[in-house]
């Protein structure tokens, strides 16, 4: 009797793990890396980085769906170089920046709060939030439905300033040269 309990015991019990390990596994989302020469893609899936090619102009927007992601690449890598030869600053080599693409700005916004970070000078609190930089993960959170040369250049200003040996990391004068480049990028000088 007591033996049938213990065994009837282990089946629930076996059963009731598997069932919470796989909703467990279900509600983890797999992320992915888009790897360019400077920096690292977080994303979930692959039409993400075609949203965001398209949402930059590194292709077109009537391409097939499965654009030459090479042209995403070239465009990363290209506006860290452009940033940096304007600015004069060049982080070092081994140290990269990572982009995790969100779906929107209250995803953004969410994964602001979760990291305690300081609040964006970007934007009100409580409001959604296109993007932000958090040095700490020398990680960009970008709000895919919000994504643009602009922001996505405002943001890696943040990140090679800080990263740069010999430059002038404070906050009003980071944030001078972070709107700059914003704008020289969305006027697409
Ligand atoms: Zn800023």
Redesign the pocket.
């Given at each position: 009797m007591r033996s049938r309990l213990a065994i009837l015991l282990t089946v629930v019990v076996t059963v009731w793990a598997g069932s919470v390990l796989g909703l467990g596994v279900k509600s983890v989302t797999a992320r992915q890396v888009f790897h360019t020469q400077r920096a690292d893609i977080v994303y979930e899936h692959r039409g993400e980085l075609e949203e965001l090619a398209r949402r930059l102009g590194a292709v077109g927007p009537g391409s097939p769906p499965q654009a030459d992601l090479g042209r995403l690449t070239d465009q990363i890598d290209g506006m860290l170089a452009e940033i940096s030869r304007v600015l004069q600053r060049q982080p070092p080599a081994q140290v990269r920046l990572t982009i995790q693409l969100l779906r929107d700005g209250v995803q953004v916004q969410r994964q602001q709060l979760a990291l305690r970070a300081a609040p964006?000078?970007?934007a009100a609190p409580g409001r959604p939030l296109e993007s932000y930089?958090e040095p700490r993960l020398r990680t960009i959170f970008l709000s895919l439905a919000d994504a643009r040369l602009g922001i996505l250049a405002?943001?890696m200003t943040?990140f090679i300033l800080l990263e740069s040996p010999g430059a002038r990391t404070g906050e009003a004068y980071?944030?001078t040269l972070?709107?700059y480049m914003e704008d020289r990028f969305n006027s697409g000088k």
């Open positions: 964006s000078t970007h930089y405002h943001e943040h980071q944030e972070a709107r």
